[in-house]
């Protein structure tokens, strides 16, 4: 049958930030081939697959990927040889039978999901379609609005900044092309902004965007506001905050860091909902800890102007997603298929939240790929909008080409409206 997988491969290869990583080919009885490797985040929740790493100081300080490798070659491959590439959920059990952890600890899912995207894209090429195509089973119609991770926050040497990634997203846009041309404009006007601020040019940071100049968030909505109104675009892009709270929660006294003190959850919720009164926020992102379930009800229910979205909370993992949507705690989630490990397992979340009514955004990871695979499932499920890094590395705009590409080559097909997703005051 010209669908069996005939050889499964894998070997070490790097990510954006040259660090190790897993990349498989499968191929089929008829040459039809697949590729597909796993990228990891900076920002990485507790309940996400297991990313196996080598702990050999020797090799890439220890962040080497041969047992994961090996795991593919010597026990993956020999158990899916002769399946039908075509029944990725049958492929995707026999690997989560063979791992046997809950975490994909044994095999890592590091090696589970880059077998998964590879046979996805096997299945596709057998079909002679691009793999959104295959996704969508029809030609698309829409491609999503891109956001942009401007100004990132972190610990730095003279400064904190909570929260995460300073995001904009040109919700406006006439055209996908409008909407890239709008997103790397505003973001090179920054620069220029951010500089006359601090008096000397801004630093790049770890994500590509430009460090965050203050520890205070206001101010650096200020001045991306400010550099808004320059470019002339006020009303036609929103913000979005990713504030990757986990990273800056301490447990010992269950509080989270904001203007270099300890705050309550409950003041976090406050300050947001203020910020969300002052600045058009299309979303908040990981708002609060990734175990902190009832101050993210408590934060769904006093935030009406802006939707909140999970990340850590729920590590696009079906059953998170379910407590979240039982307690009415968030308004979406980010999908990330390397979080759950499988892209049945994905699939299963993102259909669970479009039956039920909650927005899922797909986004790579900061360790990105040219080629995510992620673009495919953006496109292919016709999501309203999407998560882009800054418009500075390959990887990153790799995903900008894909979406004006895509358009391009789909007659007819124009940017999503996701005006009715807004709940800012217009």
């Known amino acids: 049958m010209k669908s069996e997988i005939v050889s499964i491969h894998a070997r070490q290869v790097l990510d954006c930030k040259c660090r190790p990583m ?51 070659n010597r026990i993956i491959a020999p158990a899916l040889l002769g399946k039908d590439v075509e ?36 299945a596709a090429a057998l079909n002679k379609k691009p793999l959104y195509e295959y996704i969508a089973g029809r030609k698309i ?5 891109p956001s942009f991770n401007i100004v990132n926050g972190g610990r730095y040497e003279n400064l904190t900044q909570p929260f995460n990634e300073f995001i904009i997203m040109p919700y406006g846009a006439d055209h996908i092309d409008q909407a890239v041309e709008m997103g790397v404009l505003v973001f090179q006007e920054l620069e220029a902004v951010l500089g006359k601020y601090l008096g000397h040019k801004p630093a790049v940071a770890p994500s590509y965007g430009y460090a965050a100049p203050s520890g205070d968030p206001e101010v650096v909505l200020e001045l991306m506001e400010e550099t808004v109104k320059r470019c002339g675009w006020q009303g036609r ?34 300050y947001s909902e203020k910020l969300t009164e002052r600045f058009p926020f299309v979303f908040i992102e990981d708002l609060l800890d990734e175990e902190d379930w009832e101050a993210y009800e408590r934060a769904h229910q006093r935030i009406r102007l802006t939707n909140l979205i999970g990340d850590d909370l729920v ?7 379910k407590k979240a949507y039982q307690m009415s ?12 490990g499988t892209i049945t397992e994905a699939m299963d979340t993102y259909r669970f939240a479009r039956k039920n009514g909650m927005l899922a955004i797909p986004s790579g990871r900061a360790g990105g790929v040219i080629g995510d695979v992620v ?28 979406l004006m590409r895509a358009c391009d080559m789909n007659p007819g097909c124009s940017i ?9 005051k217009k």
């Open 315 to 321: 590590a696009t993992n079906l059953d998170r997603l």
């Open 87 to 122: 029944c990725l959920a049958d492929i995707d059990a026999v690997m989560l039978e063979l791992d046997g952890t809950p975490g994909k600890t044994r095999l890592g899912g590091n090696a589970i999901y880059s077998v998964s995207i590879a046979c996805f894209r096997a």
């Open 416 to 424: 999503s409206d996701i005006r009715g997703l807004l709940k800012f």
């Open 237 to 270: 892009i929103g913000f979005a905050l990713d504030c990757a709270s986990s990273e800056m929660y301490e447990k010992e006294t269950n509080s989270y860091l904001l203007k270099g003190r300890r705050i309550s959850a409950d003041e976090m919720i406050a």
């Open 329 to 340: 705690a968030l308004d979406g989630f980010i999908l990330k298929p390397n979080q759950v």
């Open 22 to 72: 897993v990349e498989v080919d499968v191929v089929t009885e008829d040459g039809s081939a697949g590729r597909g490797c796993a990228p990891t985040g900076s920002s990485v929740g507790a309940a996400e697959a297991y990313v196996l790493r080598d702990e050999d100081k020797k090799e890439y300080h220890g962040l080497g990927v041969r047992k994961a490798v090996e795991n593919v």
């Open 375 to 402: 673009m495919d499932l953006a496109l292919g499920l016709e999501v309203g909008f999407i998560k882009n890094g800054a418009p500075r590395s390959g990887e990153r705009i790799d995903k900008l080409n894909v």
């Open 141 to 145: 119609k829409t491609v999503p609005v």
